[in-house]
């Protein structure tokens, strides 16, 4: 019985001899499974399927929902707090269409840096198939683009990123850490503007994405508080006893209006809106009326009652601030007004009395 035994063993032991020695190349070629190190993985919640809370129904991976909750956080922040302000003249395509109810474009916008910061931080299963940074920031390349961003800005965006993050609940330094870090590689290509120079006066009031007037007409946003500084001005002008001194000058206008004739009103309005609206970065609406010089002279232009003085020019300036003021515009771009309206190019070619 023992010597059965012992064949037995014997047997089963060159069995496994041969089965490992018939296996031996596939051994040689085996590789165990990479765990999954990723920041994505680690730090975010990986490929752990969850509910979608945007789309009732379908699953999402937990690190992808994450990375779109701080996205979605993001933009809204920028619209919503005022301390961004300065970053919201970038969006003025998207917050007009958000303002019409149109939510496409924030649907792409979050989907593109979502799937951007996806791969970038490891994730396997989403890659970004967007524009460049560098084209994406460019407005003459990207026509949803309002502006090109400087270093400051850049930096204040990055802030926006740390605040919703942090609001979503992923505040802690192992997180925001390379968080910024990936932000920080991308500056060279997203910052376009030299540090000290200004956006546009006109893409700051709305740019050239085209909003309803009220009266059905759509416009360029940025036209849009042109137009209604102006319009105030001149009414100020008519009404306003504060402004009885300017009124000699608009008689033939003022006759006008009062026999209903709204055509001078409209003209007046609209040449002053499009000289300004040319004169803070329009790209689109040029001033094609008389020259400052001509237009104030009576000898040439017959609508013209008598040669501006300086202190009435002055007066006029303080019925654009105003007008301005009446229509909710900030004081600052009041500020940048008043610096194009008493430059001496301007004012010597109007001041003639």
Known sequence: MMRKLNQLMAYLLLGSV?????CGDDYEDYEPPVMDDSFYATKLGGETMVADPNN???????????LRTV??????????DDKYAELRPYF??????????DLSGFTALVKDFTELLAQSTGAQNFTYSGMSMADAHDPNKNDRMNGMIDNDDFDLFVQAVVQAATEAGFGSNDI??????????????IVQREDGTMIDLYTRLGGTVMVDDGNGNMVEAGYLPLQAVVTETVLLVASDPEF??????????????????????????????????QSIGSTNITYSGMNMADAHNPDVNSRMTGKVTSEDY?????????????????ESIIGEFGALLTSEGLKGAIVQG
């Open 56 to 66: 009732q129904g379908q699953m999402i991976e937990q690190g992808y929902l994450n």
């Open 314 to 330: 002055d007066l006029f300036i303080q019925a654009v601030v105003k007008a301005a003021t009446n229509k909710g515009v900030p």
């Open 244 to 277: 009885a001194n300017l009124k000699p000058y608009f008689p033939v206008l003022l006759a006008e209006v009062g026999a209903n004739d709204l055509s001078g009103f409209n003209t007046l309005v609209g040449n002053f809106s499009d000289l300004l609206a």
């Open 18 to 22: 041969m089965v490992f020695s018939s």
């Open 92 to 101: 003025n395509v998207l917050l007009a269409e958000v303002g019409a109810n």
């Open 71 to 80: 996205v979605e956080g993001t933009v809204l922040t920028i619209a919503s």
């Open 176 to 189: 925001l850490g390379p968080v910024g870090e990936l932000l920080g590689g991308t500056r060279d290509a």
